[in-house]
């Protein structure tokens, strides 16, 4: 994880527990070394920070085989489109709209490059970074039928919540030590 590594580092000292977070979520555990790495990837490509979706995909690079990034960056990909369009449907409440086809591609989802069942958790992991409680349970609800363990669709989670909170807390390290303007005045 070398180049997390570098990603840890760079985070600010008010950030000192996602720091100690990220490293720890990584390790291995109940996920596959594909399905914490392609959570990884997925959530860092959905959190939108750059410099953090580089770091990890060289270090996934260095765990996985291709396909896995591949299906990852797709999951961010067609869950950015479907958690749009699904929480519109879900907050809005009208069944007029949940009765009208949705009419969006969404192949990848079927026919993932590598596993159908690690696809579908990423796509997990992606939706509850995004917020889309209909997707939320949906993915979940068929990676769990699919025999993926309640103790591994939480370590996803995990993963996903301590990646997008890397993503927040590199955004802050250029603010967290400068002083603040009533400081500066003062």
């Not at 594909?34 to 997925?42: E, I, K, N, P, T």
């Not at 260095?62 to 699904?86: G, K, R, T």
Request: aromatic share 4%.
């Amino acid at each position: 994880m070398a180049a997390l590594d570098a990603i840890r580092e760079a985070l600010p000292e008010p950030a000192r527990d996602i720091k100690l977070n990220l490293q720890a979520v990584l390790q291995p555990g109940p996920l596959t070394p594909a399905q914490r790495w392609g959570v990884a990837v997925a959530t860092a490509a959905a959190a939108r920070n750059e410099r953090l979706l580089a770091a990890i995909l060289a270090d996934a690079r260095a765990e996985v085989e291709p396909a896995v990034v591949e299906d990852a960056l797709a999951a961010a990909a067609v869950m950015a489109m479907n958690n749009v369009y699904y929480r519109f449907r879900h907050m809005v409440g009208k069944p007029s709209y949940s009765e009208k086809p949705a009419r969006l591609r969404m192949n990848r989802l079927v026919k993932p490059a590598a596993s159908k069942l690690d696809f579908e958790l990423f796509a997990l992991a992606v939706s509850a970074v995004n917020g889309c409680e209909t997707c939320v349970r949906s993915h979940e609800q068929v990676v769990v039928g699919g025999g993926v363990s309640e103790d591994q669709v939480h370590d996803a989670v995990r993963i996903a919540a301590v990646v997008h909170a890397a993503a927040v807390a590199l955004e802050l390290a250029g603010h967290a030590a400068a002083p603040s303007a009533a400081a500066a005045a003062g």
